[in-house]
């Protein structure tokens, strides 16, 4: 048997990204673990519905911007309150590309990782 486990995003300010994905997406830490030496820390975000964790790795040796390349990996999060969300990330000015054909659009997060949102659709 495989499952999805989790996907991790590097992060510079953890304590921000957490802040980040609780108001945007209501997910909450679930796990830490952090190095004696104070090296590093690791954060599991949960939607708490499905087993699947978003992992948060703080670094203190890197504490520069990450180079995400051109950006074209993404997360994606499925949600049926579509239209009161958007208005929420509208007023948090976190939208960094709508593709209205499509019906979806992208928020970045204090990283400039892009996390796609899509409606459900019936």
């Not at 180079?67 to 929420?88: I, R, S």
Request: charged share 25%; glycine share 6%; hydrophobic share 40%.
């Amino acid at each position: 048997m495989i499952t999805f486990n989790h996907f991790n995003f590097n992060v510079k300010n953890l304590e921000k990204s957490i802040a980040f994905y609780d108001r945007a997406l209501g997910l909450k830490p679930v796990r830490e673990i952090a190095a004696p030496d104070g090296s590093f820390k690791i954060v599991y975000l949960s939607d708490g519905i499905t087993e699947f964790r978003l992992e948060l790795t703080w670094l203190a040796a890197h504490p520069q911007n990450y180079d995400l390349g051109e950006c074209e990996f993404h997360l994606a999060f499925l949600l049926d309150e579509f239209d009161e969300l958007m208005k929420k990330h509208e007023e948090m000015g976190c939208i960094c590309f709508k593709n209205e054909k499509m019906g979806i659009y992208f928020i970045e997060d204090p990283d400039g990782y892009w996390i796609e949102i899509v409606p459900v659709r019936n």
